[in-house]
């Protein structure tokens, strides 16, 4: 008994000893001041600038807006015009200047659900890549879908998918996890191509050794904002 | 074994066990902070990329308020003619007109994965690129590069070595984003061995129609 009480405070003891240990070899280590200003300032610039980007989004939506219309309102008058607005209005919908509804799927894909990684794991197999969504993204077309969004940025023609260290960018807008990648589409071809193990296998082995989130929830009905950046063509020109 | 090298032995492992557990603390805040915050030149990358995306909204905005503005003022046959250029500029992005304009060819020279081909296209896209066409395909928003057991289809079309990618923009922009150090085609020739991939700048490059069909069967737009 006496032991084992013994024991139990020398149990104790060591426990104390090594977290005072660890937290001294763990003391803060000093941080240049004059850096930890400029990663502020940096911070700051790229607040201000998502906000203006934001709000030029806005403008830019409300202006195909009101374009929208007074096309709508000039092509009554006469057939001609009623004839090349239809046309505008469905390659509107192709370009992805429209919002759509329908069916398809939503997948979910998240960083690890580990709680504590093991001593000197390779921390990039637990979060989620520009890669893994792209590859998502590029199955799902192949999958016939209709329309993708990612996070509500809306998939179009000059989309790239990338990433600035571990920030994902889609539309040149900054994304962080959950992932939700939406698709208008026959939701059981969908499924099956995402479920195939002949595809995403890098993902799929990741989802089993690491804890990487991936959800795959067939939708009835589900609506994808529109495309609200920019469609610029500087240099290709028709003919 | 003795009390006292049992006693010993019991003081290590505890020692080791609380050392442990603060390290495993550790390695979850890293993990939090690799993911938080993003060193000083992502961020500059990230500004930089804001700065030039915000200058092509500007731009993009101040292009449809003149349009608009002419609307207003037009009337009959010029409402018709505004008509006509915005549709023309929509299926540019759409692969609907054959378009023409400056830009850079990627030649492939030997075999590559099909998700290689489909990052080469990522990449040409993020470049830069308002339009492009591999091995004569025009690649539209849904256009993918998938393979089977005899190689590579795109828009339901076999294509084979070379794979030859063209892309309108602005030349030294593209190439110099192509053939940085540590950029794709440095990272492709270090993946595969003995690949040869050329870059070139070209003055005009005319890309073909999209020739596949777009049928929106399970989509409908929100009124």
Known sequence: MAISRRNISIFVAGLVLGLLLVAQWNSPAVQPSAQGYGRDRMAVTTQRLEREQEELKETLARLREQLAEYQRSAAASTEMLEEINAALESQRIVAGLVALKGPGVEVILDDSSVQALPAGADLSAYIVHEYDLRDVVNLLWQASSEAIAINDERIVATTSIYCVGSTVMVNDTRLSPPYRIQALGDPVLQEGLLRDPAYLGELKERVKLYGIQFKVVKMGEMTLPAYRGSFLTRYAKAG | ?223
Not at chain 2, 47 to 68: C, F, K, M, P
């Open chain 2, 1 to 223: 074994m003795g009390v006292r090298s049992a006693r010993l032995l019991l003081t290590v492992v505890c020692l080791v066990l609380g050392v442990l557990l603060v390290a495993q603390f550790r390695t979850q805040r890293r993990i939090t902070a690799a993911l938080l915050a993003a060193s000083s030149t992502d961020q500059a990358l990230i500004i930089s990329n804001l700065v030039e995306s915000n200058a092509e909204l500007r731009e993009e905005v101040g292009a449809l308020r003149s349009q608009l503005s002419r609307y207003q003022e037009a009337e009959g046959q010029e409402v018709l003619q505004t008509l006509v250029n915005e549709l023309n500029r929509i299926k540019i992005v759409n692969g609907l007109v054959e378009v023409s304009g400056p830009g850079v060819e990627v030649r492939i020279d030997g075999r590559i994965s099909v998700l290689d081909m489909q990052d080469m296209v990522n990449e040409l896209r993020n470049t830069g690129a308002e339009a492009m066409a591999v091995n004569g395909q025009r690649l539209i928003v849904s256009s993918v590069i998938a393979s089977d057991d005899m190689g590579m289809i795109v828009n339901g079309v076999r294509i084979s070595e070379p794979y030859i990618f063209q892309a309108i923009g602005h030349q030294e922009t593209m190439a110099g984003a192509l053939t940085r150090k540590g950029g794709v085609i440095a990272l492709l020739e270090a993946r595969y061995g003995g690949l040869d991939i050329t870059v070139s700048k070209r003055e005009k490059i005319v890309l073909p129609i999209y020739r596949g069909s777009f049928e929106f069967r399970y989509a409908t737009a929100v009124k």
